[in-house]
């Protein structure tokens, strides 16, 4: 049987358990750190979109070398309305997260296309039999039991297509509905790299959790062919499924994937809820594992288990205003709840984003529900 012994073991490589990685080896660099992912690769699978709306700047920072792709601003358009918003995108491929992991841990603390069998607060054991014996551990695989949670889902399916001559786009679109398309619930992202390749993804929020990717396909082929794009040779596809949080029981959740062992990103329930989004949480379990001086299993749980109930518990407004969103009355109003928040102010934009709205931001936004009362509108 091989044993390895370090200070922290990361079950899961990719953006929550790669983030850690990357930002405890440059705080502590005396410290090791073994990183374990099922995959044959880190970082997942997918480009990963991100607007730079309230990022600090020392997660600019560790996000920059990762970053394949950028845009100064973006557009959003509607049938009703379009506009320009001066909130630069980025994209993150995943084989230069990957890279960026590669490089800055070394070789032997990478254990890709290996699998956890058990895991407890100090140590992992592998389905080939390799125990890890660790000061603390953190599973960052991915989502427990989401039927703890009361769910909708955000489907992505997307390809980069190589044309055969320049597309003529000169922005980034993050939400480009369709005026043909009665749905509130879908749209498309499209996103030019260079004057002849661009990413083109569907999106829709849908109730099920069962993908189609052969329609979502069809839509993004429709709307090439409607622009008179003609690809060269094949398209690189990619897919996902994303919570969207409308209630649920955050203990049950969190219960349902174990106890007594450290969690982050989707495993802790740390997801926006209204994109699904795990970036702004991945960064802040990242920060405060790199500067806590106790990297313990108690000690870990002990601490994320309460960032994430607190989370949680901070995050009614965004669960109200996904139901809102959701509700499909409230989609066919005049100014539904989607385009309401593309057309206000772009820094109220950038903080429902990174979730720091202010009580002024909520009731210039709002839900267009009875009034509340003023101790719930404070601390929701």
Known sequence: MTAIACDLAIVGGGLAGGLIALTARRARPERRIVLIEAAPSLGGSRLRVFADGGLRAEDKALLAPLVSYGWRGHGVAFPRFERSLPIPLYAIRPDRFDAALRAALPADDILTGRRAAAMGSAGVRLEDGTEIIAQGVVDARGAGDLSRLDLYWRKSVGYELSLEAPHGLSRAMLIERDPLQPDNLRYRTVL???????FVEDVRYEAKADLDPADQARQIAERAARSGWRLRGSADGQAGIAPVALGGSFAAYWGSSGHGVAKVGLRAALF??????????ALATARMIAEAPDWSGASLHTMLHAHAAACWAERDYYRRFAGRMLDRSAAAALRPPLEALY?????????????????TDRLALGLGERPRPWRAMVQS
Request: proline residues 12%.
């Open 192 to 198: 030019p790299i260079e004057p002849d390749r661009l």
């Open 272 to 281: 926006h809820p209204v994109s699904g989004d795990t970036l702004g949480d």
């Open 343 to 359: 057309a206000s102010d772009p820094a109220l934009i950038g903080r429902f984003h990174a979730m720091t709205m202010r009580l």
